[in-house]
């Protein structure tokens, strides 16, 4: 069984930074890709993020320059630092870690941009 668990949401002011962190456990052999994605209630979720187990990257267009994505492939875990955050990023932010053609979800952390 794979539990996959977000940490690292909470409240700030425009400007300012969070990091947030996803941890999977259980059967997971080796991690293919992993990636980030949000969602505001009454909207479809969103890409913002997806490295693989090589390093490549990519981005949401609002997000470049602004969020990093980054892996421990060893340790099963997959970070997101956000700067210069902007009321537009509040949302419940979704990590995603997949193996072969299996994807799995973690129940998400709230970020909250304040103005």
């Known amino acids: 069984q794979v539990q996959v668990v977000e940490s690292g949401g909470g409240l700030v002011q425009a400007g300012g930074s969070l990091r947030l962190s996803c941890a999977a456990s259980?059967?997971?052999?080796?991690?293919?890709?992993m990636a980030w994605s949000r969602q505001t209630p009454g909207k479809q979720r969103e890409l913002v993020a997806t490295?693989?187990?090589?390093?490549?990257?990519r981005y949401f267009d609002s997000v470049k320059g602004r969020f990093t994505i980054s892996r421990d492939s060893e340790k099963n875990m997959v970070y997101l630092q956000m700067k210069s955050l902007r009321p537009e990023d509040t949302a419940v932010y979704y990590c995603?870690?997949?193996?072969?053609?299996?994807?799995?979800w973690g129940q998400g952390t709230q970020v909250t941009v304040s103005s």
């Open positions: 995603k870690q997949t193996q072969g053609f299996r994807d799995y």
């Open positions: 490295i693989t187990r090589d390093g490549r990257t």
């Open positions: 259980g059967s997971i052999f080796r991690i293919d890709a």
